[in-house]
């Protein structure tokens, strides 16, 4: 049959150019715009769509061939094993799990995205690469979280490169790779890597760098030095951060030179870098001018530290890294004494204060109220220099008052010094914080503990979540702790919560409907955990031979 001989069709049929308008009608409606070729009324509707239909095959009718573009080169093989069939099924399901739209209580369901991040981590641990089949699901989860994109990329392996330059959503597989996926030269070639050293992209010089100082940092240094002076500013601020891997002595006299770049971004990088070698010559003038800045007070009852701020910010104190303009609110001579406390060594306290050791130190009182500054200043030093007694001392004990006392910095300087620590010290540190103080403000040490958390902590966790539930505790507050306990605490634990799950008796003050939701809670936190024992197993089941391919350290995964 003649597509003009349709039923409904009018005659007078539009032009290619009406497209717009049948597409204008149809999101106004007929009783508002009447479609090109119809008559206002009650077929108008059936009309339109007719004319739609017939415009349709008109234009696809009429559309012309593109040319064929060239077939892209074939995907790069993948030399590590295959997932186990078991894990490849949940992989699966993971990526096809999307967080509910319609928010409110959860219920006993484990957030099956919220496994990933811990799954992909175990799967980079023993070397797996993904089914083919999984690679666009899982790009696009990636594209979707950012926190998954390392993680993510890294079991992808190199068709994550391939697939992202066919389809621009995954273009940030590019970016995320160094060099933009670019293959760098054999290493041992000298005239390979001035080549790209010279002629490069940016993406591909920082990787070549990155890649050089990782195995010779001489080597990248050198380079670097070589075409320095003719570097834009923002691209040496890049170069320069290459330099924290491997970051020693030799590199002190290139950062000197650093100290005078033209750009300020550039000096303070330097100026940092420099204040984490103690024994550097910046570190030694931080120390002569933090030296006279701090002092034992003998003339009092006990002994006491005295400050006196620096008056002005002088030009050597600038060349060295010192801001000297002050943020909004905050006093000058503060400002400047903070930087100049925070830059000198650490190993310059006790000599200036009487030999005593970084506990007795920060035990000691501090005049006119500067001992907030003082403290704090120590914990970026102690943090930048990663000198774990002096850490120690600045946590003090986690059963301490929250304020006041040896312990007297915020929780996000206490969460910094906690990571200079080694795992089962932070743990430690926690668990006992946690016992004394609860849950509420111990989110962010949580956030620096390695994964699974160890015994000790996984039951200071529960433990205050337990108390929480007995004293009819307002239950959503929790729910951030839950949520971390779902992801972080070991899957042994599940047995030991059994005896959680009971809907408890509700204090007369509990919030209503309080005991349903933790006993709801309970049963989400015992299934997701025998779900992760299970994604364990499955990655573990004829598993080949450890073989890392993942940057990120175990204990961060999760």
């Known amino acids: 049959m003649s597509l003009t001989n349709t039923p409904s069709v009018p005659a007078d049929a539009p032009a290619p150019s009406a497209w717009e308008e049948l597409v204008t009608a149809a999101l106004l409606g007929t009783d508002r715009r009447t479609p090109p070729g119809c008559v206002p009324g009650r077929e108008a509707p059936v009309t339109l769509l007719d004319t739609a239909a017939v415009e349709t095959v008109r234009r696809r009718a009429g559309l012309k061939p593109a040319r064929a573009a060239g077939r892209p080169d074939p995907a790069p093989e993948d030399l590590r094993p295959v997932l186990p069939p078991a894990a490849a099924r949940r992989l699966a399901r993971l990526l096809a799990d999307r967080p509910g739209a319609g928010g409110g209580r959860r219920g006993t369901a484990p957030d099956l995205m919220e496994l990933l991040p811990q799954w992909l981590a175990t799967a980079n641990d023993r070397g797996f690469a993904p089914p083919p089949e999984t690679l666009p699901a899982l790009l696009d989860a990636a594209r979707g979280r950012t926190d998954l994109r390392p993680s993510a990329l890294t079991f992808a392996g190199p068709r994550a490169v391939w697939l992202a330059r066919l389809n621009p959503d995954w273009r ?31 993406a591909e010089r920082v990787a070549l760098l990155s890649a050089i100082r990782a195995r010779e940092p001489a080597a990248a240094r050198e380079l670097l030095t070589a075409t320095w002076p003719t570097e834009r500013a923002e691209d040496r601020l890049m170069f320069l951060d290459s330099l924290r891997t491997g970051l020693g002595p030799q590199d002190e006299p290139f950062l000197e030179q650093a100290l005078a770049d033209r750009s300020r971004n550039v000096r303070a990088t330097a100026a940092e870098l420099l204040s984490a070698l103690p024994g550097s010559a910046l570190a030694a003038r931080m120390a002569v001018r933090a030296g006279t800045c701090v002092a034992l007070d003998h003339t009092r ?216 939701y933790w006993a709801e809670a309970f049963q989400r936190l015992v299934t997701t955990l025998r779900l992760r024992a299970a994604m364990i197993e499955e990655l573990e089941s004829s598993s080949p031979p450890p073989h890392r391919t993942s940057t990120q350290p175990p204990e961060a995964a999760g």
Not at 368 to 394: F, I, N, P, T
């Open 172 to 202: 940030f597989a590019l970016r995320a790779t160094p060099g933009g996926g670019a293959a760098l030269p054999y290493l041992d070639d000298p005239a390979e890597v001035q080549q790209l050293w010279q002629e490069g992209l940016f």
């Open 301 to 516: 009852d006990a002994p006491t530290i005295s400050v006196e701020a620096p008056h002005e910010c002088d030009a050597g104190m600038e060349r060295d890294g010192v801001v000297a303009k002050a943020p909004a609110g905050r006093g000058e001579r503060s400002w400047w004494f903070g930087q100049l406390v925070e830059a000198a060594p650490l190993g310059t306290w006790p000599g200036r204060l009487g030999g005593r050791t970084p506990a007795e130190i920060v035990a000691l009182p501090v005049t006119d109220g500067w001992q907030g500054e003082l403290h704090a200043a120590w914990c970026r030093a102690a943090v930048r220099q990663r000198d774990g007694e002096w850490a120690r001392a600045l946590l003090g004990s986690p059963s301490a008052p929250e304020a006041g006392g040896p312990g007297a910095v915020s929780l996000a300087e206490r969460a910094k010094l906690l990571g200079t620590l080694g795992a089962a010290e932070r743990a430690e540190w926690v668990a006992g914080f946690i016992a004394t103080h609860g849950l509420s403000e111990a989110f962010q040490l949580l956030g620096v503990c390695a994964v699974p958390w160890s015994g000790p902590l996984g039951r200071a966790v529960v433990d205050a979540l337990n108390i929480a539930r007995d004293e009819g505790s307002y239950p959503w507050s929790f729910s951030g702790a839950m949520g971390l306990a779902e992801r972080c605490l070991d899957p042994a634990e599940a047995s030991r919560l059994d005896g959680l799950l009971a809907i408890p008796d509700e204090p007369e003050d509990a919030s209503p409907g309080a005991g349903g």
